[in-house]
């Protein structure tokens, strides 16, 4: 691995995240404090990686997919989904881990099906991941019957509450689920089968490389991915929402991963970068509902700092900031 | 194998689509007629919420009660099915409608059928745009100042003069009922000025909202400084009670909450004391619709156009039993 190739692409947005976190520390002094409260660690810093958590997994599983030029939007719904099935497989008097792997196995089969539909009917993804996008919602209401399904088992809420080595679980989860991944597809040759994949699905098929299963393998990832979303936001609330789990997270996931420098277009993906891009719109949400401006701001404000994100990450802008960046981080280690 | 995988999906997915379809279509169980009585049709527009399908029910268990005759049609969140229903309601020559109105507007020439042909219609819990009022009877609603009013009353009365710093979740941002319960609930706690809202913010109705907006709140603000939450419904605040509770606050009595709805969940953390009050939303929109259309139809006595459910305020003390009463209506 190259590091400082590496290090020149997280830089702009480990610049953006400092400007973020710059800005919670304003609409909130005592923002950087953490503090050790039972055992757990306690502060705004911790409360932006605990809340990312989710968009952090769904951006984890999207930057493949993304990357074979393909896209899933069915996320969202796949978390609602899970965590219906987790709530109503706790509600029926099975043991907590049964309800997660029946959770992830949802998320495995929904994941399936889209692939399926991507590779074997050779469907646009937008389409074919549109079908469990809006049916999705459905199948999780079925479960819930329209209601929000809560439970009391301490193991599945401990999915979001418990906490090891002063860290909430959600956090850890999201951070193994990124490392874990990077280093499958950085590590060995896969990540470039993949990119191969979205480059020229054509080309890759002929230089031997498994095109079909790696489509598949992508979609599958992701649907896991947004289970274990789903079940961190069922557990967070200790109930599931069929209606509002995952509502739209589909657009933060690929917002995320378009802001961590994977083109839309295919070829090019890091899972790194993406996961910074989720905890950057994170830091921008939580400085908005801080900030104590009127709620009706609040989208317009988080769609203005997004446009201008993108804008300062376009090609137009990129060669300047890139030496304005290292401009500073000349001057910082001088 | 490939032959395979491709018959199974198409199989799965026609599965989806019948598993869809089913639910659109007339409840036929409903339709035992009851000689004598009125036959009423009702276009519901979906089951989406706990409180939707309490009302749903309650419509039934009303209807048996006083002998009417109920035919429901789920509209699955569509105007399309559910102008599809009123008309096959006007086919089947039913003698009223009730129509819960997915959205306002787009409603007048299907009432107007309904008009000619001789059929009052009865809003319930929301209303349309019309420049036509006659194109229906009568409008069953709650009053949703009254209700963020009833609310902000219970908090003044509760603080008794002393000093208060609240902070409030609001609904989604446009809705008219956010911008109604909020200015009910300032017109509540109006007066000496001991009671402020230092804080507001959007959870957009969800738990998980109203549990991060609230985590912010206590961060945002000074150690000890929020004295009352105060919810535009029940699920924000059952979010805001876990995220007081995660950070070492007691709610109920460090900090007091009072939200709106009177969902079984917020009765529950009443009774354990977590939650100090709520008003209640009634789900029984129908009930009141069933007596001025039986009253129409016997003597012609013509109903006002608004019938404004109560805003009835609950507290811990018969929590219990209300949870009870509740849980298996939502």
New interface residues.
């Given amino acids: 691995m190259n590091t400082p190739a590496w290090f020149a692409a997280a830089r702009s947005r480990l610049l953006l995240l400092a400007i973020v976190l710059l800005a919670n520390v304003l609409?909130?002094p005592?923002?950087l404090e953490v503090r050790l409260?039972?055992g757990r660690l306690?502060g705004?810093i911790i409360?932006i990686l605990n809340?990312g958590a989710p968009v952090m997994l769904l951006a984890v599983g999207m930057a493949p997919v993304i990357a074979t030029r393909g896209i899933d939007l069915s996320v969202g719904a796949v978390m609602a989904i899970a965590g219906a099935v987790a709530a109503a497989t706790v509600n029926a008097g099975h043991a907590w881990p049964v309800a997660i792997l029946a959770a992830l196995g949802t998320g495995l089969a929904c994941g399936l099906?889209n692939g399926?539909?991507v590779t074997?009917?050779r469907m646009q993804p937008i389409v074919a991941t549109l079908?469990l996008m809006v049916?999705g919602r459905?199948?999780a209401?079925?479960i819930t019957?329209?209601?929000?399904l809560?439970f009391t088992d301490a193991g599945l809420a401990g999915v979001s509450?418990a906490s090891l080595l002063g860290l909430p679980l959600p956090v850890l989860l999201a951070l193994a689920a990124a490392i874990g991944t990077g280093l499958l597809v950085r590590g060995t040759a896969l990540g470039l089968f993949i990119e191969s994949v979205g480059t020229s699905p054509r080309a890759a098929r002929l230089a031997g490389v498994p095109a079909p299963a790696l489509l598949i393998g992508v979609y599958v990832w992701s649907g896991l991915m947004a289970a274990l979303a789903g079940l961190i936001?069922t557990a967070?609330?200790?109930?599931a929402?069929a209606?509002?789990?995952g509502l739209w997270l589909e657009l933060d996931a690929i917002l995320a991963v378009v802001i961590g420098g994977t083109s839309l277009y295919g070829g090019r993906f890091s899972i790194g970068l993406s996961v910074l891009g989720a905890l950057i719109l994170q830091g921008m949400r939580?400085c908005i509902?801080?900030s104590?401006l009127?709620?009706?701001l609040?989208?317009l404000l988080m769609a203005v700092v997004v446009a201008l994100v993108l804008v300062v990450q376009s090609p137009a802008c990129g060669p300047v900031l890139a030496r304005m960046t290292a401009r500073l981080t000349r001057r910082g280690t001088a | 194998m490939?032959g395979f995988?491709?018959w199974g999906?198409m199989a799965?997915?026609l599965a989806?689509m019948t598993?869809?379809g089913e639910k659109a279509s007339t409840d036929k169980a409903a339709d035992k007629t009851a000689p004598g009585g009125l036959t009423i049709g009702f276009s519901q527009i979906g089951?989406?919420?706990?409180w939707?399908?309490a009302e749903t029910k309650l419509a039934r268990s009303e209807a048996e009660k006083r002998g009417i005759t109920l035919k429901v049609s789920d509209a699955q969140q569509q105007q399309a099915n559910q102008i599809k229903a009123v008309r096959s309601f006007i086919a089947q020559g039913v003698d009223a409608i009730l129509l819960a109105p997915v959205i306002s507007s787009g409603w007048d020439e299907v009432l107007g059928e309904a008009k000619a042909a001789n059929i009052p219609v009865v809003l319930l819990d929301r209303l349309i745009d019309t420049a036509d009022p006659s194109l229906y009877l009568s409008s069953v609603t709650s009053d949703t100042v009254e209700e963020g009013r009833v609310a902000g009353r219970w908090l003044a009365e509760k603080l008794a003069g002393r000093d208060c710093r609240v902070v409030e979740l609001?609904g989604t941002?446009g809705a008219s009922l956010v911008a109604n319960r909020k200015k009910g609930f300032e017109e509540g706690i109006a007066g000496p000025g001991n009671i402020q809202i230092v804080?507001?913010?959007?959870g957009?109705f969800?738990?998980?909202?109203g549990?991060?907006?609230m985590?912010?709140?206590i961060?945002?603000e000074a150690p000890g400084s929020i004295c009352a939450v105060y919810a535009h419904n029940d699920?924000m605040m059952?979010?805001a009670i876990?995220a007081m509770k995660?950070?070492?606050l007691k709610p109920g009595s460090d900090i007091l909450a009072v939200s709106i709805d009177g969902v079984p969940?917020i009765f529950k953390a009443m009774a354990d004391g977590d939650a100090n009050a709520t008003v209640e939303l009634t789900p029984n929109m129908a009930g009141p619709a069933y007596d001025m259309l039986t009253a129409y139809k016997k003597d012609g006595t013509v109903p006002p156009k608004w019938v404004q459910t109560p805003s009835t305020l609950y507290l811990p003390d018969t929590a219990a039993a209300e949870y009870e009463r509740r849980k298996d209506l939502?």
Avoid: H
């Avoid at chain 1, 019957?145 to 929000?148: D, H, L, N």
């Avoid at chain 1, 967070?236 to 109930?239: L, N, P, W, Y």
């Fill in positions: 609409v909130a005592g923002f409260v039972d306690f705004g409360d809340r099906w399926v539909l074997i009917f079908i049916a459905g199948i209401q079925m019957q329209g209601r929000v809560t509450s936001a967070d609330i200790r109930g929402d209606n509002n789990a939580t509902l801080r104590g009127p709620p009706e609040n989208l | 490939k995988a491709t999906a799965l997915m989806v598993g869809c089951s989406e919420s706990g939707r399908a609001q941002i804080r507001t913010q959007s957009d969800t738990r998980a909202k549990k991060e907006v985590e912010g709140f961060k945002a699920d059952i979010g876990q995660e950070a070492g969940d939502y």
